[in-house]
């Protein structure tokens, strides 16, 4: 029994969601092995090698690899899925792009947002926005899973010493094509790899106030900013920091939530966070059933006075 786990990267280093998958593919039992399929990526595959829990990578080096593109990463992944019981995807934009396709091929159901590697064929996985949890198991021969990576520790990114094996690229399938990618540049951390979020929602009534209020507290903490779907639905933050169940799902040591009522939507993307701070001065707001730490006040004086002290 061996499971393949597909590496997030971007050709030079290895992205913190394949660490968490790979602590879950160690769950599964077996060996661990690890796909790198790219262009030019030896050196990701060699950081994928210094894994701990990893004992093969293999390396798909071709053109049509380059840009993660699903179709030529799926029959990358099919070219060798014979050879596996599990099929790991981090549950990520990317990994949940190529693994319905993998699935859909061979014909096995797909197991979505994994939090919990109960044995080998039995998972644990969230439904109804968080409210539950189903344990589902499957009898597939191939399970095709992604993984939640909020549910599961990082394996450690050095320590390992896997063999690399090259393998050979599949064609380029010509369904797609990549023509760029506009990147906002951002000099805060990753969102969903940060260790301390700020976030706002739609009381704080503006942009400018968004700005002027989150902003300097996520300054002087070294902090990501995230927003609630109805601070980004009224313009008062851009898409990217949206943070819930159709946003973006975090656990960083630390999530302060400024104004945010805790709508169940957005509880379900960060009630797995270390620590959580609310501020906000609706007592019955649902954010302070989950927060470690709540504060009944306007966070317009508030958040300017923890600031002032930190």
């Not at 080096?61 to 993660?68: K, S, T, V, W």
């Not at 400018?208 to 639905?233: H, N, Q, W, Y």
Request: hydrophobic residues 50%; aromatic residues 4%.
């Amino acid at each position: 029994m061996a499971s393949l786990v597909i590496a997030e990267h971007d050709n030079a280093t290895i992205k913190g969601a394949t660490l968490n998958t790979v602590t879950a593919a160690v769950a599964c039992g077996g060996d661990v092995h690890v796909l790198v399929a790219g262009h030019n990526a030896g050196a990701a595959a060699q950081a994928a090698a210094q894994i701990a829990g990893v004992s093969k990578v293999i390396h798909a080096d071709a053109e049509g690899l380059a840009h993660g593109l699903a179709e030529n990463v799926a029959a990358q992944v099919l070219a060798i899925a014979s050879n596996y019981t599990h099929i790991l995807f981090p549950a990520t934009a990317g990994g949940k792009n190529v693994a319905p396709r993998v699935a859909a091929k061979l014909d096995v159901a797909q197991l979505s947002d994994v939090t919990l590697v109960v044995s080998a064929d039995t998972f644990e996985r969230p439904i109804y926005a968080g409210n539950a949890i189903a344990t589902v198991q499957s009898k597939d021969s191939v399970k095709v899973l992604t993984v939640r990576t909020t549910g599961f520790d990082a394996a450690a990114a050095t320590g390992g010493s896997a063999s690399v094996e090259s393998a050979a690229a599949t064609t380029d399938s010509g369904k797609s094509a990549f023509k760029g990618r506009e990147i906002a540049k951002n000099d805060r951390p990753e969102l969903t790899a940060a260790k301390i979020i700020v976030s706002g929602g739609r009381a704080l009534g503006s942009a400018e106030k968004f700005a002027e209020v989150i902003t300097p507290l996520a300054d002087k903490l070294g902090a990501a900013m995230g927003a609630s779907r109805a601070a980004v639905d009224a313009g008062y933050a851009p898409n990217d920091w949206q943070v819930g169940q159709t946003g973006k799902i975090v656990a960083p040591q630390l999530y302060v939530a400024c104004g945010i009522s805790g709508a169940i939507q957005h509880l379900a993307g960060m009630k797995d966070s270390k620590v959580i701070v609310a501020i906000n001065k609706d007592p019955e707001a649902p954010i302070f059933s989950v927060a470690d730490y709540g504060l009944e006040a306007d966070l317009f004086s508030a958040v300017p006075e923890l600031q002032s002290a930190l």
